[in-house]
């Protein structure tokens, strides 16, 4: 009668014409049995290591889905170009404003400062003109 066995089955077949799979054959068949009872168990130690140095990768379908929802599209990109556009260009629109805000004010101040000065001539030329005619009464 055979034992009742718990366990998954999987095959592995080594190709005799791939030199990677001549070198694990030889190792498989040439296996310290003092350190690995059986190849079922160094098989299962290495496929455990490998997947403990890729755990930061993602080796199965559940974990590759999850990565592909982290992905960044072209979609979320064009937005992000666009929102920052929006932003350069609506800052660009503020400094202009305030650029020529302050241009013509300084326009407005000067060309006051020029009637100011020009009245100013006119008020001392007419008092001049006033005191001339006094004196010459």
Same mark, same amino acid.
């Given at each position: ?5 718990? #366990? ?17 054959? +030889? ?11 059986? +190849?079922? +168990?160094?098989? &299962? ?5 490998? =997947?403990? &140095? ?10 590759? @889905? /999850?990565?592909?929802?982290?992905? !960044?599209?072209?979609?979320? =990109? %064009? /937005?992000?170009?666009?929102?920052? /556009?929006?932003? =350069?260009?609506?800052? !660009?629109?503020? +400094?202009? *404003?305030? !650029?020529?805000?302050?241009?013509? #004010? ?6 006051? %400062?020029? @009637? ?12 001049? *003109? ?5 004196? #010459?009464?």
């Amino acid at each position: 009668m055979a034992k009742n066995d718990d #366990g998954f089955y999987h095959t592995l077949r080594l190709s005799r014409r791939n030199p990677t799979h001549i070198k694990i054959h +030889q190792i498989l068949a040439d296996l310290d049995k003092s350190v690995y009872k059986s +190849q079922n +168990q160094f098989i &299962a130690d290495a496929v455990e290591y490998y =997947i403990n &140095a890729l755990e930061n990768d993602f080796i199965t379908n559940d974990d590759r @889905e /999850k990565r592909e929802e982290n992905f !960044v599209t072209k979609s979320d =990109i %064009q /937005k992000m170009k666009e929102d920052i /556009k929006n932003e =350069i260009l609506s800052e !660009v629109n503020k +400094q202009m *404003l305030s !650029v020529l805000g302050s241009f013509t #004010g300084n326009l407005v101040r000067s060309s006051n %400062q020029n @009637e100011t000065e020009q009245k100013d001539e006119f008020s001392a030329d007419d008092t001049l *003109l006033g005191l001339a005619e006094m004196w #010459g009464e």
